[in-house]
T-cell receptor
Framework: TQLLEQSPQFLSIQEGENLTVYCNSSSVFSSLQWYRQEPGEGPVLLVTVVTGGEVKKLKRLTFQFGDARKDSSLHITAAQPGDTGLYLCAGPGGERVSARQLTFGSGTQLTVLP | NAGVTQTPKFQVLKTGQSMTLQCAQDMNHEYMSWYRQDPGMGLRLIHYSVGAGITDQGEVPNGYNVSRSTTEDFPLRLLSAAPSQTSVYFC??????????FGSGTRLTVV
């Protein structure tokens, strides 16, 4: 079973603060993807990390893949209200799921207050 | 560029009724999937397809059927709706090992 656990489940912060959310598993993943979902919409892909230790930056968002490829983190610098949304991590495979399909974590609901 | 189009956006069904949720993509993606999203449960895979004519079950397939007659279309059929199928349904498509493109969802209520 390749379960993805995300923490925290909910996070409410003030505009301008920094934050980190986590995606952890007991299993090794060949890659991990991060998505953001806004209310009433489908998830939108932010980034894919493939190599252990890899760091990718997307403006104020920094994504890191753990050296052992079992975990990943998303750090947001100087959060803005537009960052509000549900952040989901996903990896290939999982219980009763082909390795060609994605298993999703339950997400971190981020609210950035103005 | 339309991406992934889902219809309808909202639907209310009575218990026992059947219906089809439509999904179409215009990116020539091989892979298409159906997920349901429930509070606290995340996205759970219902069925998926790796190409026209090929489908397989995901994590929660009971009560749903799919078919893939063309690369573009991947409809999801509810055979006999139950209140437990009240959810938000998302269709997604991708290239092999690529990131998923999701539709905007169908919000289904079964009463």
């Amino acid at each position: 079973t390749q379960l993805l656990e995300q923490s925290p489940q909910f996070l409410s912060i003030q505009e301008g603060e920094n934050l980190t959310v986590y995606c952890n598993s007991s299993s090794v993943f060949s890659s991990l993807q991060w998505y953001r979902q806004e209310p009433g919409e489908g998830p939108v892909l932010l980034v894919t990390v493939v190599t252990g230790g890899e760091v990718k930056k997307l403006k104020r968002l920094t994504f890191q893949f753990g050296d052992a490829r079992k975990d990943s983190s998303l750090h947001i610098t100087a959060a803005q209200p537009g960052d509000t949304g549900l952040y989901l991590c996903a990896g290939p495979g999982g219980e009763r799921v082909s390795a060609r399909q994605l298993t999703f974590g339950s997400g971190t609901q981020l609210t950035v207050l103005p | 560029n339309a991406g992934v189009t889902q219809t309808p956006k909202f639907q209310v069904l009575k218990t026992g009724q059947s219906m089809t949720l439509q999904c179409a993509q215009d990116m020539n993606h091989e892979y298409m999937s159906w997920y349901r999203q429930d509070p606290g449960m995340g996205l759970r895979l219902i069925h998926y397809s790796v190409g026209a004519g090929i489908t397989d079950q995901g994590e929660v397939p009971n009560g749903y059927n799919v078919s893939r007659s063309t690369t573009e279309d991947f409809p999801l059929r509810l055979l006999s709706a139950a209140p437990s199928q009240t959810s938000v349904y998302f269709c997604a498509s991708s290239y092999w090992r690529g990131g998923y493109t999701f539709g905007s969802g169908t919000r289904l209520t079964v009463v």
